[in-house]
């Protein structure tokens, strides 16, 4: 079992920066047992990958439509990850859900991740 709590979600401009957290905890197992990543789902849409962060933080993955605007990290210490999105634009607007994956694998598929956030909302509107 592990708990995830995302913060730092908020109402921005075209062009504004957010740094979202998502925070572990409750897991049996070390945090370096997970895979982490975000997902986002905007109204009406499907539920689609944005990120992810190996377990030993060495490896990332980012969704096209992301992978030069947004960076994930890692800090073991703390069991937290972060996302880093700049120069947000209207289409990045979207409940950001974080969801642990356990080991290893492909980061991208949905269907692989084990335990999932509340999600935090992200709106960028002028």
């Known amino acids: 079992q592990v708990q995830l709590e995302e913060s730092g979600g908020g109402v921005v401009q075209p062009g504004d920066s957010l740094r979202l957290s998502c925070k572990a905890s409750?897991?049996?197992?070390?945090?370096?047992?997970?895979?982490l990543g975000w997902f986002r789902q905007a109204p009406g849409k499907e539920r689609e990958f944005v990120a992810a962060?190996?377990?030993?933080?060495?490896?990332?993955r980012y969704a096209d439509s992301v992978k030069d605007r947004f960076s994930m990290s890692r800090d073991s210490a703390n069991n937290e990850v972060y996302l880093q999105m700049n120069n947000l634009k209207r289409e990045d607007t979207a409940v950001y859900y974080c969801?642990?994956?356990?080991?290893?694998?492909?980061?991208?598929?949905?269907?692989?991740?084990?335990?999932w956030g509340q999600g935090t909302q992200v709106t960028v509107s002028s």
């Open positions: 409750g897991s049996e197992r070390p945090f370096s047992f997970w895979t």
């Open positions: 969801g642990a994956k356990f080991l290893g694998g492909d980061m991208r598929p949905l269907s692989a991740y084990d335990y």
């Open positions: 962060v190996s377990r030993t933080g060495t490896q990332t």
